[in-house]
């Protein structure tokens, strides 16, 4: 098979993968986003408790939420190799605006979880959602293309542990049972789950094939 020919082979099977994983997170998101914010909205009796907290909250959860929520939506645009080619300079726009995002999004969670069990928790995951974002940034000014995209997934993995940390919301037991230091321990789970899978996505190709 020529070149050509095994890069046509190729290309399809990755579109289909990259294609398979945004849908994937997209239902994760729209499950979460009903399960915990629409549920919340309407003083779900599970989460009364939560709701009197999240208003009480309110002045730091605001921007927390919408630069969180911006830098989940700039994911799928920045990661578009189809995107990026045709506007690249609306790529790099948004790549700056995702980088204040993480901040303001690291910062206030920082300051919402402050004097409560939760702070460990939410403190290591803002820092390693700020670490990863400053390396993409960093490695993107440098023109190191190739390890710049490889901090922007191990960034963006942290990005949807805002997600990913809320999926078992509805169970019971999680809930209610788990109490709020293991609930901490979940979230740096989660954080640490996500770059380490994100690493061997990176890193497949040479995990499973030997060189010659």
Same mark, same amino acid.
Not at 57 to 69: A, N, Y
Not at 137 to 164: C, D, E, G, L, P
Not at 172 to 183: E, I, K, N, T
């Given at each position: ?22 849908? @994937? ?10 399960t ?12 009364h ?45 948004l790549?700056r ?6 901040f ?9 979880? @402050? ?7 939410t403190?290591?995951?803002?820092? @390693?959602?700020?670490?990863?974002t ?27 542990t ?18 709020d ?7 740096? @789970? ?18 499973t094939?030997?060189?010659?």
């Amino acid at each position: 098979m020529n070149p050509t020919s095994a890069m046509s082979a190729v290309k399809p099977a990755g579109s289909g993968f990259k294609a398979t994983l945004w849908i @994937a997170l997209g239902v994760t998101t729209l499950f979460v986003f009903i399960t915990s914010e629409v549920f919340l909205a309407v003083d779900y009796p599970m989460y009364h408790a939560y709701r009197l907290q999240v208003i009480h909250d309110r002045h730091l959860l605001i921007p927390h939420t919408l630069s969180g929520t911006f830098a989940l939506l700039a994911g799928p645009f920045q990661f578009s190799t189809r995107f990026r080619q045709r506007h690249m300079q609306l790529h790099r726009v948004l790549g700056r605006l995702y980088v204040v995002s993480v901040f303001v999004g690291s910062f206030t969670g920082i300051a919402l979880a @402050a004097g409560r069990p939760g702070f460990p928790g939410t403190s290591m995951q803002a820092a @390693a959602w700020m670490v990863c974002t400053t390396a993409a940034f960093i490695t993107a000014r440098n023109r190191q293309i190739a390890v710049h995209r490889q901090w922007m997934a191990r960034s963006y993995a942290v990005t949807f542990t805002f997600v990913s940390s809320r999926v078992l919301n509805l169970v019971p037991a999680y809930w209610s049972h788990l109490g709020d230091v293991l609930a901490a321990v979940g979230v740096i @789970a989660f954080t640490l789950a996500s770059i380490v899978l994100v690493d061997l996505g990176i890193n497949w190709r040479e995990l499973t094939t030997r060189r010659e």
